[in-house]
């Protein structure tokens, strides 16, 4: 007799909406080439017959699709139109854009604006420099598991030690498959926190370097990364300290702003 679909308000059926949460998180971190079942099934901890079955499901409510050629999977329209009914506001992509290419034209290189969401950076805004190639090392609206990217290791760098040190474990998996290894995100991570700031002479494309800096808002609290990518050639380490100060005045800036908006608010009550 077949079995009845499980009601949201059973455990079952709220374990199924996490894993397919799950799911469709991994299936955003690999948007820059999509991903293949066998690789959601390896990060997930699900078997594949599991993962098999809830992609059936995201594809029919179009949620995720899949390339005809390459059998990988890729988000689908329907997580843009979920995403355009959310509500505006100010948000600190808004606030930093003028910021973000202020200093894409000072550096000349390639800007990205990230932000952490679960255990991803997610990139929410890219402007190009001047330099007649640039480094475009993700898209924006792609994600990575933290620590991934000098993006990655700004955002846990500004969590609590233990929090970034048991979320980073958990993400053991999808960091090897990215080539990290935890002891290396969180030596990096201890870094940060030390300097400020991190550096990768070696960046996720070959032949490039990058490094990033964290938004704090007036109170202290961090809201998001700027990071530069850029060819090697043009961030050796002796360069690292003219763009760092280029970096952190535009930063200054964008704290500045947030401070503004926060006072303008009205009282609450």
Do not use: W
Not at 104 to 133: C, E, M, Q, W, Y
Not at 155 to 170: H, K
Not at 185 to 198: E, F, I, K, N, P
């Amino acid at each position: 007799m077949p079995r009845a679909p499980a009601s949201l308000d059973s455990a079952d059926g709220a374990q199924s909406v996490r894993r397919a949460m799950a799911i469709l998180r991994l299936v955003a971190a690999g948007q820059d080439r999509g991903v293949r079942l066998t690789d959601v099934a390896a990060m997930s901890g699900l078997t594949a017959p599991t993962v098999h079955r809830f992609l059936k499901v995201l594809m029919d409510e179009t949620a995720v699709e899949q390339d005809p050629t390459t059998r990988r999977y890729r988000i689908g329209h329907e997580i843009t139109l979920l995403g355009l009914a959310r509500p505006g506001g100010v948000s600190i992509r808004a606030i930093a854009e003028p910021y973000l290419a202020a200093l894409a034209a000072n550096v000349g290189d390639t800007v990205f604006l990230s932000v952490r969401h679960g255990a991803d950076s997610v990139s929410i805004a890219r402007h190009l420099g001047s330099h007649p190639i640039q480094v475009l090392s993700i898209d924006v609206g792609a994600r990575r598991p933290l620590g991934a990217s000098v993006s990655g290791i700004v955002l846990l760098a500004g969590m609590p030690p233990d929090e970034a040190r048991a979320l980073t474990q958990r993400n053991e998996k999808r960091l090897k498959g990215a080539g990290r290894s935890v002891k290396d995100v969180l030596a990096a991570v201890d870094a940060c926190r030390a300097q400020g700031y991190t550096y990768a002479q070696a960046g996720v494309m070959p032949g490039t370097s990058a490094m990033a800096v964290p938004i704090l808002d007036p109170a202290g609290t961090l809201v998001a990364a700027i990071s530069i990518a850029t060819l090697a050639e043009r961030l050796p380490r002796d360069r690292v300290r003219g763009v760092l100060a280029k970096m952190q005045e535009q930063v200054r800036l964008v704290t500045v702003r947030l401070g503004e908006i926060e006072r303008a608010r009205p009282a609450r009550r």
